[in-house]
């Protein structure tokens, strides 16, 4: 098997706009690069300096916890209907500007979606926003779950959206009414350790995920049970992977993990979505904190 990983470009390019491109550019040189993943919040361009053929993949979680922090009914899977038909209009805009960037001959290979609200998800709305999806123009990209932290009572959440087991459900109700959509789901290795406190529940998530047929990327980046530079304790801030430099306190992602995924998920796509600090750093050493990452992934598999 070989891997090339989707690197999370928003979480790491640089603040200042104008190092933007320089550092896209030489990002795109790596050999162990397969693509990038770009964030959508309100609008969505090609950005400056990626090569105009890079594959990519397209997140909502930027525009979705924003919307949802300002608007607590916010979301595809929100049982208030205000709220959910609020999700659909931004949502709207998400797939007319992937559609724009298909159009212009740019890879759009996937796009990302969550079922947000935090705390009051409900499956059957989140089913209905999904079949409606369906029928829009995404560009030919296929349509990929998310799965993030599910709330879990008595539990401080980053998302708090629906269980993996919901979710996993849902696709089975959506897919065999829009057998023509190319369905699946993604893990992200922090996200489902920062749902079950622990290292175990992201190679769970993985399983049950390829067992059920649904499994197309996984994302890696790492998260920590302790107070970090990054922030509190489990905090979904995109930690360094252990054994690279300025790997923050008990971050539970290493070369270990990494390998039982690779065992557990088999061909599908990865990512590599982690945050540098200090966040001032210059595109040099952003450039060797990512090729340190990488290489401990991909060294994983020998």
Known sequence: MS?????????????DEDARPDFLAQVAEREWLGGIEL????????????PDDLPAIVTGIPGTTGHNAKDPDFGFASPDEAGRQRAL????????????????????????????????????????SLLEMAGWDWGGA???????????????????????????AVLDAVSAQTPSINWGVVINWARSAIEGRNAQLPLDHVKAAAAAGWLRHVGFSSCSGEQTVFGIPWIDM????????GTPNGTLLGAAEVADVFKAAGDVTYGLKIGLRPIDQSTAE???????????ILGAMA
């Open 3 to 15: 891997v090339n990983l989707y690197l999370s470009a928003y979480v790491v390019w640089p603040a």
């Open 39 to 50: 964030g959508y919040v309100d609008s969505l361009g090609w950005p400056t300096g990626a």
């Open 89 to 128: 209009d931004w949502a709207r805009g998400e797939a007319a500007a992937i559609a724009h960037l298909a159009n212009e001959g740019h890879q759009i290979r996937a796009v990302q979606l969550h079922s947000a609200p935090t705390g009051k998800a409900d499956a059957d709305a989140f089913a209905k």
């Open 142 to 168: 296929a349509l990929w779950i998310e799965h993030c932290d599910a709330w879990v009572e008595g539990q401080e959440p980053n998302k708090g959206y629906l269980t993996l087991d919901q979710e996993l």
């Open 238 to 245: 995109h930690l360094p992977l252990a054994g690279t430099t």
């Open 286 to 296: 952003k450039l060797a904190g990512l090729d340190e990452n990488a290489a401990v």
